[in-house]
T-cell receptor, first 114, second 115 residues
Framework: DTEVTQTPKHLVMGMTNKKSLKCEQH?????MYWYKQKAKKPPELMFV???????INESVPSRFSPECPNSSLLNLHLHALQPEDSALYLC?????????????FGPGTRLLVL | AQSVTQPDIHITVSEGASLELRCNYS??????LFWYVQSPGQGLQLLLK??????LVQGIKGFEAEFKRSQSSFNLRKPSVHWSDAAEYFC?????????????FGTGTQLKVEL
């Protein structure tokens, strides 16, 4: 089973709202990732969690706040977003030890900021 | 830094025709290479990967790719395209950094299939 689930599928929020995106995997993977993908563009890495600790932050604005409560869950908390933050947000997971590993992606959350 | 180039932004093929999508990488050592497919509004699905060994890699849905070190290429092929193959295809190279695994994607190739 290589399934990564994400909720919600779609989200519309105002610039003053606070919302959260959720990602879950039960493959025993110890690395989890958040990507942002704008239309007609490749995914861009935002954050990497390794063993539930934030290991990579690609200079993402503080209005995006990741959280990894346990090895199966990854959240992305959103606050005071801008319309240009509208995008598809993808979660991925992978094994961690022993070199480069395959990342498995969820279906994404389509976010619209009004 | 690693980079991936997909020279073709759009490709149109007829159903039943063969397909080749190009991917060139820039990396000093042996690269870890991936092909992913993305249907509209969906996540990325892994088609195949190359880490080492046999340079001809078989994947899902009848796809294969060949790693050619001399040409720094990892082109994706399919002998007979089906209408359901219409999607965006991304080539990517993986690297292990101090913080973990990172994937660098190419800009993608949009495949259109004519019936």
């Amino acid at each position: 089973d290589t399934e990564v689930t994400q909720t919600p599928k779609h989200l519309v929020m105002g610039m003053t709202n606070k919302k959260s995106l959720k990602c879950e995997q039960h493959m025993g993977h110890r690395a989890m990732y958040w990507y942002k993908q704008k239309a007609k563009k490749p995914p861009e890495l935002m954050f990497v969690y390794s063993y539930e600790k934030l290991s990579i932050n690609e200079s993402v604005p503080s209005r995006f706040s990741p959280e990894c409560p346990n090895s199966s869950l990854l959240n992305l908390h959103l606050h005071a977003l801008q319309p240009e933050d509208s995008a598809l947000y993808l979660c991925a997971s992978s094994q961690l030890a022993g070199g480069v590993k395959t990342q498995y992606f969820g279906p994404g959350t389509r976010l619209l900021v009004l | 830094a690693q980079s991936v180039t997909q020279p073709d932004i759009h490709i149109t093929v007829s159903e039943g025709a063969s397909l080749e999508l190009r991917c060139n990488y820039s990396y000093g050592a042996t690269p870890y290479l991936f092909w992913y497919v993305q249907s509209p509004g969906q996540g990325l699905q892994l088609l195949l990967k190359y880490f080492s060994g046999d340079t001809l890699v078989q994947g899902i849905k009848g796809f294969e790719a060949e790693f050619k070190r001399s040409q720094s290429s990892f082109n994706l092929r399919k002998p007979s395209v089906h209408w359901s193959d219409a999607a965006e295809y991304f080539c990517a190279v993986g690297e292990l950094t101090g913080g973990g695994n990172k994937l660098t994607f190419g800009t993608g190739t949009q495949l259109k299939v004519e019936l």
